[in-house]
């Protein structure tokens, strides 16, 4: 054999075991608005060494990441992400593992959501109120003398509402911006920051804007109005994910948490996680199927309904196989075990919604590389409009200093 064939050979071995050696994980991320934050992220792990391919959900607020572990650990994605300004947290990969962790820390997480996405709610329901209310004070005759305090009320009112409901906009905003980048953050702080403070000067300033030529109207509801409905956006989406995440949960409780082992002749109530391939288990009348089995000893109906939407029992003898948690119906079972923890239907099914919800289509990507370069366009016409605007635009919008 020649040299160059040895040659090719050798780096067709190491091709093979460097592909062998890649692993893959997933990360929450937190922080993540729109499509732009996407694209910030995925550059941000992908720029890190040994990363192979980084694929960011916004939907599931997940990053799926294929990557060396000889050359990075997950703390350094981890990193990575926190350094574009969001947040990074390992995902237990599987059932097993996830079932295994502690409850009390699952359910402080999802009380946490909770209260999350109530006070979400809270903040939109309040500025779209106040927003309302200020545009219908625009149209109740007001005298001018009224003015005198109602002006005044109204940019209190203004100030608390939209610096309680947009916090978190603001806040997201001057993250990115410390970072060098921009989101929609900067789009809804920018409008809504501009429409407040035109607004607050002409009302505490009104001779000193009437000098420089500014008409004398307030944006107030508007800022407010904008912020209520990015924030019930943001609701919707969060409550549509968290269906998707219930309903994901749901699928992995199930499984029973234990299963009846036979062992040397006598049954042991074992955690499903301990059973192993070729045990073999006793399933009662009512009991759920612990994991995937063969039957090999009695005959029962089973109720597959939870997998097939089946409602009719399916009749089970010796030979047939049976899916961990369905229903055994009627029929003392035995069965064989042929697949546990990441090998099962129900750890497969699970692992296919998540991976649907990851996922992105051709269309979605496309749209993530435009969004990239979106909020920046749309600031540079801003700026271009407000300066021709001002150098161009009639007399009497000319500020004079």
């Known amino acids: 054999m020649s040299t160059t ?37 995925e550059k941000a792990l992908i720029r890190v060494d040994g990363v192979l391919e980084a694929t960011v959900n916004l939907a599931a607020e997940t990053a799926s990441v294929t990557y060396d572990p000889t050359q990075v650990r997950v703390d350094h994605l981890s990193a990575a992400v926190a350094r574009a300004g969001y947040t990074g947290a390992s995902r237990v990969p599987d059932v097993d593992s996830q079932r295994a962790a502690e409850p009390h820390t699952d359910d402080a997480n999802e009380r946490a959501k909770d209260a999350e ?40 009112i203004a100030t608390a509402v939209q610096s309680w409901a947009g916090a978190d906009i603001y806040r997201a905003a001057w993250a990115a911006g410390r970072h060098r980048s921009t989101n929609m953050n900067t789009l809804v702080a920018l409008g809504t920051g501009v429409s407040y403070g035109y607004s607050a000067f002409v009302t505490l300033w009104p001779g000193q804007a009437e000098k420089w030529g500014l008409p004398l109207h307030v944006y107030f509801e508007t800022s407010l109005i904008i912020i209520a409905l990015v924030l019930l956006g943001r609701w919707l989406e969060k409550r549509a994910r968290r269906r998707a995440a219930d309903a994901i949960r749901a699928l992995m409780g199930l499984t029973p948490r234990t299963a009846r082992v036979l062992r040397e002749g006598t049954e042991v109530d074992v955690p499903v996680e301990e059973v192993r391939t070729g045990d073999l288990v006793r399933v009662r009348p009512g009991e759920k199927v612990p994991v995937d089995a063969i039957v090999v000893d009695g005959s029962s109906s089973v109720d597959e309904s939870m997998l097939t939407g089946e409602s009719v029992p399916v009749s089970k003898v010796a030979g047939d196989t049976v899916i961990g948690a369905t229903v055994n119906r009627v029929g003392t079972l035995v069965i064989e075990v042929t697949a546990v923890g990441e090998d099962s239907t129900l750890a497969q099914i699970v692992r296919l919604v998540e991976d649907a919800q990851s996922g992105k289509v051709p269309m979605q990507k496309l749209a993530d590389r435009i969004a990239a370069a979106f909020v920046p366009l749309v600031l540079l016409v801003a700026a271009g409009t407000f300066t021709g605007w001002a150098l161009f635009g009639p007399t009497q919008t000319h500020l004079t200093l």
């Open 5 to 41: 064939a040895h040659k090719a050979q050798h780096r067709t071995h190491e091709d093979t075991a460097q592909d062998t050696a890649h692993d893959t994980c997933v990360l929450d991320i937190g922080g993540m608005t729109c499509a732009a934050c996407v694209n910030r992220v």
């Open 117 to 156: 996405l109530s006070a979400l709610k809270r903040r939109w329901q309040v500025s779209l109120a106040a927003g309302l209310g200020l545009m219908a004070v625009m149209y109740v005759p007001i005298y001018l003398d009224t003015m005198d305090w109602l002006m005044p009320l109204i940019l209190v």
